[in-house]
């Protein structure tokens, strides 16, 4: 599902953000994303959801060599991808019900579709009883479903969230990662990049680990093997 090839980004004024990075995830993965602030998980990410391109190296995803996609086509492949924000990036003048709408609207389905989804997505979350009120009204822990019933309206195969819980407290994180592990039992694959090791620790998924732009561990805990 996701393969990186010696991948590296350099920003202007020669600072590398990623540098040689190199490992493959299979679909229907779940896996972290770790490191320092800075280390670059942040900077992975985008690269997978095109936000930014590879400067050398190779990024796939299902199949696709992100470099070979152009501009006008983005928009296209951005629909298989699932992305959560630490901080939600809800439209605070619209409900709930429409925040989640939003990307299917944009895609141009039928509003009978439309509704059929996003009442699946947010009683997935746990949160159909909230579709008419504002996320100004809601806890942190409510917004941040929303945003994840957000990114999984469309359905997409592959989920990337990028520090999800980093605002919320520790039982919220838990109720949060319990979602990631659901829509990974279903087949997506799942790649959250987050620093709370306590809470990672716990999980028996894959760890990957960044420092200073370099992948330095690869290590799956359910087999306690380096995997890369």
Excluded: W
Excluded at 102 to 117: F, T, V
Excluded at 170 to 191: A, C, K, N, W, Y
Excluded at 198 to 227: F, N
């Amino acid at each position: 599902m996701i393969r990186f090839s010696h991948a590296c980004k350099r920003y202007p004024g020669g600072y590398d953000a990623l540098n040689q990075v190199n490992f493959h995830m299979p679909r229907g993965q779940m896996a972290f994303l770790t490191g320092h602030s800075g280390a670059g998980k942040s900077t992975l990410l985008k690269l997978i959801a095109l936000l930014e391109r590879a400067s050398r190296g190779q990024v796939f995803v299902n199949g696709q060599n992100l470099a070979k996609i152009k501009r006008p086509r983005i928009p296209f492949f951005r629909r298989n991808i699932g992305i959560i924000f630490q901080d939600h990036q809800l439209l605070f003048d619209r409900t709930v019900f429409d925040n989640v709408a939003l990307p299917l609207i944009i895609a141009g389905l039928p509003q009978r579709d439309i509704s059929k989804r996003v009442r699946a997505a947010l009683d997935k979350v746990g949160l159909l009883r909230k579709e008419k009120v504002y996320p100004v009204t809601l806890s942190g822990g409510e917004q941040q479903r929303v945003g994840i019933a957000r990114a999984v309206v469309n359905k997409p195969p592959l989920l990337l969230a990028d520090e999800p819980t980093g605002n919320l407290d520790p039982e919220l994180s838990r109720e949060i990662m319990h979602i990631f592990e659901d829509f990974s039992q279903v087949g997506v694959t799942v790649l959250v990049a987050s620093h709370d090791l306590d809470l990672i620790s716990q999980l028996p998924y894959r760890q990957l680990t960044l420092k200073g732009g370099r992948l330095v561990a690869d290590t799956d805990p359910s087999t306690q093997e380096q995997v890369g």
